[in-house]
């Protein structure tokens, strides 16, 4: 059971029990960053909400940021950044393929890219597609034919004023589980959504999730450190309902 730190936090939050997720990187740099998250990262009653767009420095920065341990997040917008970002990862680097964005005008399914099918191989350890929370069975049953045996579920739920992360997931998350582990019993699935502890973690365990991935707990990093350690059984930190 492994627990992931959600990109783009894996950028900046680093612990001994957890692998960091870093990214999201596009092929090319796609700049303001800041600026997006000034305007419209926010707070809703429905969880968090933003519409960054997948704004960072590009792939080879990426790359030189991430270490061997870690994961790197990728996502491709042209129809041929598969390929190209594929002739610059090193082969053996773990990697998750974001295959959507809810705050792009794009594309909202990648997989029909050129080159998708090429990166599930031996050499990864995590070989990561992360699905968005609308992925259809279809789309599920297409992305494990294809050889791909890890998925995350899942991306930020796609609203008008952006992306939507948090407990609002949860749903979308549970059918994703069921329709995975029900299926395909080689699968292996990253469930995250809300966790802000350690019991929401044992809830997605208990639909057959394999491993977990955090984001919402990150905006406080006191508190995920306190999620991360107590998800890995560590006496000295309270497990509590909320």
């Avoid at 004023?161 to 994703?176: E, F, Q």
Wanted: hydrophobic letters at 35%.
């Amino acid at each position: 059971m492994a627990t992931f730190i959600s990109a783009p936090f894996g950028n900046y939050l680093k612990f001994e029990n957890a692998i960091s997720v870093t990214g999201t990187w596009t092929y090319k740099p796609r700049p303001g960053l800041f600026g997006q998250v000034v305007k419209t990262l926010r707070y809703t009653k429905d969880g968090w909400r933003n519409k960054i767009g997948l704004r960072n420095r590009g792939i080879k920065y990426g790359i030189q940021k991430t270490n061997f341990n870690e994961v790197l997040s990728i996502a491709a917008i042209s129809e041929h950044d598969w390929i190209n970002l594929e002739s610059i990862v090193p082969e053996s680097q773990s990697v998750e393929l974001n295959i959507s964005c809810p705050n792009l005008d794009a594309h909202e399914d990648t997989t029909i890219f050129n080159g998708f099918d090429a990166w599930p191989t031996k050499y990864r350890k995590w070989c990561i597609v992360k699905v968005p929370p609308i992925a259809t069975n279809e789309l599920l049953d297409k992305i494990v034919d294809l050889g791909f045996t890890q998925i995350h579920a899942s991306n930020t739920l796609p609203t008008e004023k952006g992306g939507l992360s948090g407990a609002i997931l949860l749903p979308h998350t549970r059918r994703i589980i069921k329709h995975l582990k029900t299926k395909y019993d080689h699968v292996e699935v990253i469930a995250g959504g809300g966790i802000r502890e350690a019991w929401h973690a044992e809830f997605y365990k208990d639909l057959g999730a394999d491993h977990f991935s955090i984001g919402t707990a990150c905006f406080n990093p006191f508190k995920v450190w306190r999620t991360v350690n107590a998800i890995n059984g560590d006496p000295s930190i309270g497990v509590h309902q909320t």
